[in-house]
């Protein structure tokens, strides 16, 4: 019976987690109402974070994804936090349950796919169409399969500031 | 001394682009200054940084730095092509 129970609580907590990832999928909100989807599904979300359209955040395990503050994810990205039972490598005290950690200013492109056991550095940019592997370091635009830096920004491309100063501020990156 | 003219520079940056000219219908000998290398779609943020990247490598130029640069001339080739002889220049100065 407990068991029988268990796996009812599991079930349900599924199902709502899949609904709620639905409307975030589809429903506008980019800065409100997807935000707060994801946030009821268990994901930890920072503030001023934009969510963009058709996005898959770890369907199953949504509680081992943290985005912080004033994150950028633009439509149809798909972030993987788990994989074939792949142990989880600690993010850091309090934090030893997240798989992919976004920390802040992060802008993440059109179409790119984040996989388990990753950090995003703070200000960190991915192109579009980029599977992220391994961790990037902070304030770097990274492109490709699998991503690989290729510049350091000068100043982050999430939130409101201009494209072009921050094309400007950019310099190959030189290991 | 590492003098380089804007003329060159141009030169330069028309050869490294010409596949993605050519993708784009653009005749190499109907480019002005004022072409926009990002709002005809030649560039995008990875192919500037590479352009950049291939320009420091080609003239033997440290880091260029576009402090000083318009930020609205710069994907425009003819501002471009000048900002970086002149920072050529400087620092073979």
């Known amino acids: 019976m407990k068991r029988l129970l268990k796996r009812l609580r599991r079930y349900v907590r599924g ?5 709620l990832q639905h409307l975030a999928r589809f429903m506008p909100g980019a ?5 707060w989807c994801h946030r009821m599904r268990g994901m930890k979300i920072g503030k001023g974070v934009w969510l963009g359209y058709d996005l898959i955040l770890e369907t199953e395990y949504p509680e081992r994804v943290s985005l912080g503050n004033n994150v950028e994810i633009n439509m149809r990205t798909t972030l993987i936090a788990h994989f074939h039972g792949i142990p989880i490598q600690s993010k850091g005290p309090g934090e030893e349950h997240i798989s992919i950690k976004i920390e802040d200013d992060v802008f993440v492109g059109p179409g790119v796919i984040i996989l388990p056991n990753v ?18 370091p902070p304030m770097t635009l990274v492109q490709g399969n699998p991503a690989v830096p ?21 310099k190959p990156y030189k290991p | 001394m590492n003098v380089i ?4 520079v141009k030169r ?18 109907e480019i002005a200054d004022d072409f926009d290398l990002m709002k005809q779609g030649v560039i995008d943020s990875i192919g500037l940084i590479q352009l950049v990247s291939a320009i420091e490598e080609h003239f033997n130029l440290e880091e260029v730095d576009f402090e000083e640069m318009d930020t609205e001339e710069l994907t425009l080739i003819g501002p471009l092509s000048t900002y ?7 620092k073979s100065a």
């Open chain 1, 119 to 136: 950090i995003v550095g703070r200000g960190a940019a991915i192109a579009a169409g980029s599977v992220v592997t391994k961790n990037i």
């Open chain 1, 15 to 19: 199902t709502k987690n899949r609904i």
């Open chain 1, 150 to 170: 290729v510049a350091k920004c000068g100043i982050p491309l999430a939130g409101p500031g201009d494209y072009k100063e921050f094309l400007k501020k950019l």
């Open chain 1, 31 to 35: 800065l409100t109402f997807r935000v």
């Open chain 2, 84 to 90: 970086i002889a002149g920072r050529a220049k400087r």
């Open chain 2, 12 to 29: 330069f940056i028309i050869s490294h682009l010409s596949d993605a000219l050519r993708e784009n219908n653009v005749a190499s000998a």
């Open chain 2, 5 to 8: 003219s804007a003329d060159e």
